[in-house]
């Protein structure tokens, strides 16, 4: 079947279509905002399913690539006055970079050793990003307002800002979907599976593995750039946030790791439920207790997650959902 025949394909980015439409046609600024986090919720939890989906590495420290590319591209834009969409870019090469290096060690590490392994990365990121006097130390960096009357002044950028992370969402899915059905992905299932059988049988693990960790870098540096711009401000305590790390996995085990879909329900699914924990008087500081424990249930009782769990009813809808 022709991948772009293939509804594996289109149901996502239909549902992503959708949203994005309804948001054009309402021109409600409530609607948007709300559509923008569940998209960058999309887009942490479909890079990171790149990794942890597709050959099964635990990164603990995602939220890493989403803070250092916010930073960097926000002094781009602030200091250096590039355009959104060049900062957007050197966010994202920014991360992979990052990515490149750590991968070629980390990435010999293998279960708890590289998930601990990615913690302190983020920490020690994060501890860096305040002593370097460029990026404003344990304040952080705030854009001056004239900055947004090249966009047609702040109310404008917001749409513009909701229209770049719209597409970086499509974009995600397709990189996503290629991935899985390519010999590439193939080659990151097989390591999933066994490593030392995967490359008996010819996969260049380290560096297939390596190539997974920097693409799945790129779409959160891009997002953090997206994020702090819409803000006009980004810190270290919100950029290098590690509950958004366990966060993004719990979306991704919620919905299905390893596939296409399932990072885009389990986004959808807790996003709504995080937006009430957190607005109720009684459930408002225990939402990463119950985060942690949603974790748990799903290891134990649907391992594959909401769409492995369907994907497993028939082969109608193994075929329909990827």
């Known amino acids: 079947m022709n991948a772009w025949k293939s509804p594996g394909l289109w149901l996502p980015l239909g549902l992503v279509l959708a949203a994005g439409a309804a948001v054009a046609i309402t021109r409600s600024p409530t609607l948007r905002e709300q559509m923008f986090l569940l998209m960058m919720f999309v887009v942490l ?5 790149i990794l942890l989906g597709y050959t099964g590495y635990v990164n603990f420290g995602h939220i890493v690539f989403f803070g250092l590319g916010g930073y960097v591209g926000f002094f781009l834009l602030s200091a250096w006055h590039w355009p ?4 957007a870019l050197g966010g994202g090469l920014a991360a992979a970079v990052l990515a490149l290096g750590l991968g070629a060690v980390t990435l010999r590490l293998r279960g708890a050793y590289f998930a601990l392994a990615t913690i302190g990365i983020n920490e020690a990121v994060r501890a860096l ?8 130390g344990p304040t952080g960096m705030s854009l001056n307002f004239s900055v947004y009357q090249a966009y047609g002044g702040p109310a404008n950028a917001l749409w513009i800002t909701f229209g ?5 969402t499509l974009l995600s899915l397709i990189v996503s979907y290629y991935v899985k059905v390519s010999r590439f992905g193939l080659g990151l299932m097989a390591i999933r599976e066994d490593e030392d059988a995967a490359m008996v049988m010819g996969v260049r693990t380290p560096w ?6 920097v693409l799945s870098a790129v779409f959160p540096g891009i997002a953090g750039v997206l994020f702090f711009f819409k803000n006009g401000n980004v810190e270290p305590g919100d950029a290098f946030r590690l509950q958004m790390s366990i966060e993004t996995i719990v979306m991704v085990m919620l919905g299905g790791q390893g596939t296409v879909l399932g990072p885009l329900v389990g986004a959808a699914m807790y996003e709504r439920l995080r937006g009430y924990l957190l607005t109720s008087d009684l459930f408002k500081n ?6 942690g424990l949603m974790l748990l249930i799903i290891i134990l009782f649907i391992p594959a997650g909401l769409v492995g769990w369907l994907r497993g009813r028939s082969m109608r809808l193994r075929r329909i959902l990827q």
């Not at 939890?45 to 399913?49: C, I, K, R, W």
């Open 164 to 168: 770049a992370m719209f597409a970086l």
């Open 84 to 87: 959104l969409w060049a900062a």
């Open 129 to 136: 990003i305040i002593i370097v006097p460029w990026f404003g």
């Open 45 to 49: 939890a479909t890079s990171l399913n």
């Open 286 to 291: 225990l939402h990463l207790a119950i985060a």
């Open 208 to 213: 297939a593995k390596t190539q997974a960790f």
